[in-house]
């Protein structure tokens, strides 16, 4: 029995995409979702703007930047995070037309059609291009977890429930009041 093989999208493919497609190139296959819900951008907003005000308080040259963004990881891998932050040492190496390699800090914030991604895929992608830290918001079980990389490998740093607050790796003196994520 002969199966038809399927295609492979490369970076090449998936530029010539309209502009705010909604679309992210993981693992070489276009992945479509939809736009997000008004509660995830408001979760969204208030964790970029968490750590706005903190790199302006800290004085912190880096730069956060929320979804959509295209970071580029290699021929078959164009993500889009929902918030970023990449600091001022790196900022020039990685910050072009796109962000091109790995952010500092990535978060994601979970949604019944992305879960799979975020929890897998996008995970061992951010694990494999070296993102220092990864934090994953879960706003059905009000919860969040934070991943700091060590020998290459995610190993979990903290998980903190809604009356909990999560502290930064990557950020120290950054810490997110759950109860304010999520309200």
Do not use: C, W
């Not at 295209?70 to 037309?97: C, H, M, T, W």
């Not at 895929?121 to 990864?134: P, S, T």
């Not at 934070?146 to 909990?164: D, P, R, V």
């Amino acid at each position: 029995m002969l199966t038809a093989e399927k295609k492979k999208y490369t970076v090449d493919d998936y530029l010539l995409l309209e502009e705010g497609a909604p679309f992210q190139l993981i693992n070489y296959d276009l992945v479509m979702s939809p736009s997000p819900t008004p509660a995830h951008q408001a979760i969204s907003l208030r964790i970029s703007s968490l750590i706005l005000h903190f790199l302006d308080k800290t004085n912190n040259l880096g730069v956060v930047l929320p979804a959509p963004l295209d970071v580029k990881f290699d021929d078959g891998n164009v993500l889009q995070p929902d918030v970023l932050y990449i600091s001022a040492e790196r900022k020039q190496e990685l910050v072009k037309d796109r962000i091109e390699g790995a952010p500092d800090l990535v978060i994601e914030i979970l949604s019944p059609s992305n879960a799979y991604y975020d929890l897998r895929q996008k995970k061992d992608i951010y694990e494999k291009y070296g993102v220092k830290e990864y934090i994953i918001i879960d706003p059905i079980a009000f919860s969040a977890e934070s991943y700091i990389l060590q020998n290459n490998t995610f190993q979990l740093h903290q998980k903190a429930k809604k009356n909990e607050q999560l502290e930064s790796f990557i950020l120290p003196g950054l810490s997110f009041e759950l109860e304010k994520v999520f309200a």
